[in-house]
């Protein structure tokens, strides 16, 4: 199965079920258990919608035939699949349950209460996304995701959206970053990017909540080891976004065994992602936005489920022949779509 083209982007937190990743069994109902996998989400069918009456708030170890309509919904929508529906309101219910809620900008808490079962029933609900929607660069070529070079290496972004508009976080124990947007109620739950990433090795990345800074390098020398790297946004002093290294002032001299480290721990403190996911923090994050920094947890079950599908284009066992600046974008938005709510003013490294 495609995992980075099929199914909905948040069900991907169901997978360590369908994959043996020893999550736990639905109860009480083994040989009818959730068996979440990823699919193409079918068109929806709108259900007649319940009476106000019939709005049970719904949450885990509810059963009955309300949790098993509220199944069938969802399954209809591609939030979650399995050969039947149940009455049994178990963790991969509420799992598909905040999935749908995501995707449809509610508080995302895993309870099906009557706001999520209005629009659930209604008809007007969204269907489940690809993984790659939030993760475009699951489907790039190797050459886009290392050595893409638009040539404008004296272009700075105009504008940002306002810097309350997102929220980073960088979770050092899946190296993974990602960016939400918020919800109807305010809270930054709504997922806009999600971007493998290898932040510094021996823990040297600072840990904490940062404020993003303003300075901003498009293309430039590492003091430290005179390597390079592209699309640089500052968090906060020497610490960076940026892209993997190169040897020279040009991409083709990508350094192999950067690359082959992503997703581990490896940089010298900075935070490398792929060029085109840089390339969006440079172009849409404002300075003043809130960036988390944080170790992790082995155990949590949503953000491993985003690193494992976080698969990105292996290295070429030769260097591709291309002209950087040829090479073509094939990522889901473009310079002109940025909100320009907050100008673009240069700061200091300072």
Not at 163 to 181: G, W
């Amino acid at each position: 199965m495609d995992f980075k083209k099929a199914g909905c982007f948040i069900i991907a937190l169901m997978l360590c079920v369908g994959m043996g990743f020893g999550c736990a069994k639905e109860e009480p109902e083994p040989a009818a258990s959730e068996t979440p996998v990823q699919t193409a989400s079918a068109e929806p069918t709108p259900s007649p919608s319940p009476s106000p009456e019939a709005y049970t708030v719904l949450s885990e170890s509810a059963q009955g035939p309300e949790v098993k309509a509220l199944q069938e919904e969802l399954m209809k929508l591609g939030y979650l699949v399995q050969d039947k529906a149940t009455d049994y309101y178990g963790s991969m219910t509420r799992l598909a349950v905040a999935a749908f809620q995501k995707q449809n900008a509610l508080q995302a808490d895993g309870i099906a209460g009557e706001k999520t079962q209005k629009l659930l029933y209604s008809g007007n609900a969204k269907e489940c996304d690809p993984f790659s929607k939030v993760a475009p660069t699951v489907d790039m070529t190797f050459e886009e995701l290392v050595m893409s070079d638009d040539g404008t290496r004296d272009q700075y972004p105009e504008g940002f959206p306002a810097a309350d508009t997102y929220k980073i976080i960088v979770d050092i124990e899946h190296q993974v970053t990602m960016v939400y947007s918020r919800d109807e109620n305010g809270d930054y739950t709504v997922p806009v990017r999600y971007m493998l990433c290898s932040t510094g090795k021996d823990d040297c990345t600072p840990k904490g909540t940062f404020k993003m800074d303003n300075y901003h390098v498009r293309f430039s020398q590492f003091a430290r080891d005179k390597t390079y790297g592209q699309y640089w946004t500052q968090i906060e002093g020497a610490i960076y976004f940026h892209t993997i290294l190169y040897k020279e002032f040009d991409t083709s001299t990508y350094i192999d065994e950067v690359w082959e480290k992503m997703g581990t721990a490896d940089s010298h403190g900075c935070i490398r992602l792929t060029v085109p996911d840089a390339k969006w923090m440079w172009f849409n994050i404002a300075p003043g936005t809130t960036c988390v920094i944080r170790d992790g947890d082995a155990d949590d079950e949503e953000t491993a489920a985003i690193r494992r599908q976080l698969v990105l284009a292996g290295l070429p066992e030769e260097r591709p022949d291309v002209d950087p600046q040829n090479i073509p974008s094939t990522d889901n938005w473009s310079v002109s779509d940025v909100a320009h709510d907050v100008p673009f003013v240069q700061g200091s490294q300072d």
